[in-house]
């Protein structure tokens, strides 16, 4: 922990006070997949692709019908359940790269960048790693970062993260036979994020021909970390791990084993997926087959997750949270169309009509969390963050880690532990809110009312008898939509980096 001021300064001390001691404090996994639709798990209607561990999830544990991703692209989606912010106040509202115009340099015969990554966190706004740590927890995270490039301010290394293993740069992250990975590890010392060379995969091209003959497969790499920092575990100190895996986003590529067989065999009408020559994504062959094998390898790493736990007799004090940063994408050969046809959502990533933020998400805590249960209570990601705080017994996490330096220092969320642990009293959010730059978009949702502004034209939807969003309602409801209107620049602070046209009211 940075101290930024004086009330940071005496953070720990504060802490100290505000964990209870009667409370054991759970551990807490956060697995956070990439691009998965809402309908892409049979526990949610997929009826082409198995999904035992997560089905079996669902019964043991409590399913949601009603979270929403903090945006409906990856960077802002996992700023806002790293901030416990909004993309109206986070500073993280897109995918801006870093890795553009920087010097190449040499992996084998392959060219790379020398600086990778996303825009960075706020280094004065505290991150929920940051406050887990603060409160005695150890720290672990596997997968994709996307909070700030190679050397930024905000790193895992410098925001309370003890182990790390995967991509900080989410662009990299569209190859699964990757030039390197990174880490940080304070078991081995290091100092700072290094990176990892892929010394099998970098004999062969990055792209086209010959990229088949790689054979470190990162997602099964970054699984396989995961497995170890919980076997590492002693069960003398609360963990908390942020497993951010790739799949199934594209590239649609991976191992050729008993899985992606098993859907081969069963997508007798397939197709292909010709890259472009410059695409960052290769060939996909057997494009249906490879994204079905892949929500199952999925699955399957949910499946070794709980049963490690099982194993090291964490399971009864742990909670497990399964969810996507966004809806389904389409890219690399990735065909939503053909596996949602039976899905109730309008839209996909980088929409924030409710098939590109409506998520799944699936709460699993033996004995605490209760088993078999569908809940309809709307949640989004900068919920996390109080929730967590409120688990692990952090009292008051808003007095304690606003940052008094900072002019205003915002925390959107309202923590459903209560729902989770099966009490009656849960707050409810008045509304919830998006905004996105790249397709000029802003969502509030207020009760079953729904407004999507595109380019500053809103549009108004009735959820509760339009699930679809197909009718826009929005002439008919002025009210209601200057309402929302209103609420959405109450919720919006400027940023310099990712600009939106705000809803107007037309007369």
């Not at 115009?101 to 004065?124: A, C, T, W």
């Not at 990174?182 to 010392?189: A, C, D, E, L, M």
């Not at 990601?381 to 692990?392: H, N, V």
């Not at 009718?471 to 209107?485: G, L, R, S, T």
Request: hydrophobic letters at 35%.
């Amino acid at each position: 922990m940075k101290n930024r001021n004086l009330l940071w300064t005496l953070m720990p001390l504060l802490s100290a006070c505000s964990v209870q001691p009667e409370i054991q404090q759970p551990n807490i996994i956060y697995i956070m997949c990439d691009d998965l639709g809402y309908g892409d798990l049979a526990c949610y209607g997929q009826s082409y692709i198995q999904t035992p561990n997560l089905d079996n999830m669902a019964r043991e544990g409590m399913r949601f019908t009603q979270a929403y991703a903090g945006s409906p692209v990856s960077a802002p989606s996992r700023a806002s359940f790293m901030t416990g912010q909004h993309t109206g106040h986070t500073e993280v509202r897109g995918n801006k790269e870093y890795w553009r115009d920087v010097p190449l340099v040499k992996y084998g015969d392959n060219d790379e960048f020398s600086r990778v990554g996303q825009h960075p966190y706020d280094p004065e706004h505290i991150i929920l790693p940051e406050i887990m740590k603060d409160n005695g927890y150890t720290t672990g995270m596997f997968g994709k970062w996307a909070g700030g490039y190679e050397g930024s301010v905000s790193t895992p290394d410098k925001r309370g993260i003890d182990e790390y293993y995967g991509y900080v740069c989410q662009y990299q992250a569209h190859l699964y036979y990757p030039n390197f990975l990174n880490r940080y590890s304070k078991t081995v010392g290091d100092t700072a994020v290094v990176r990892l060379t892929m010394e099998q995969n970098i004999q062969h091209p990055q792209h086209g021909e010959g990229y088949q003959n790689r054979t470190q497969y990162s997602a099964d790499m970054i699984h396989q970390e995961a497995l170890k920092w919980i076997d590492s575990q002693k069960g003398n100190q609360p963990f908390f791990g942020v497993f951010t895996y790739t799949l199934p986003h594209a590239e649609l590529v991976q191992p050729e084993d008993s899985i992606l067989q098993f859907y081969k065999e069963n997508f007798t009408e397939d197709k292909d997926w010709i890259a472009p020559h410059w695409s960052r994504y290769n060939t996909s062959l057997h494009a249906h087959a490879q994204f079905a094998a892949m929500v199952t390898r999925l699955d399957t790493y949910v499946g070794e997750v709980l049963e490690k736990l099982k194993e090291k007799g964490f399971d009864k004090n742990t909670l497990v949270i399964f969810t996507s940063d966004n809806g389904p994408h389409m890219e690399g050969g990735a065909d939503p169309k053909f596996f949602g046809k039976n899905v109730p959502l309008r839209g996909t990533k980088r929409q924030t009509h409710e098939g590109g933020v409506r998520v799944p998400f699936i709460a699993w805590w033996p004995g605490q969390v209760p088993a078999g249960v569908v809940n309809d209570h709307q949640l989004a990601f900068y919920d996390l963050m109080p929730t967590f705080c409120e688990l692990a017994g952090v009292k008051d996490y808003v007095a304690q880690y606003t940052n008094l330096s900072k002019e205003t220092d915002y925390f959107d969320g309202l923590s459903f532990a209560p729902t989770l642990l099966g009490k009656a009293e849960q707050p409810e959010h008045e509304f919830l809110y998006w905004e996105f730059e790249e397709t000029d978009q802003v969502a509030v949702r207020m009760g079953d009312w729904k407004m999507v502004s595109k380019a500053g034209k809103p549009h108004l939807y009735n959820l509760s008898v339009d699930l679809h969003e197909d009718n826009d309602i929005a002439e008919q409801h002025p009210d209601i939509v200057k309402m929302m209107v209103e609420i959405a620049y109450s919720q919006h602070v400027e940023s310099p980096y990712f600009k939106v046209t705000m809803p107007q009211l037309y007369e």
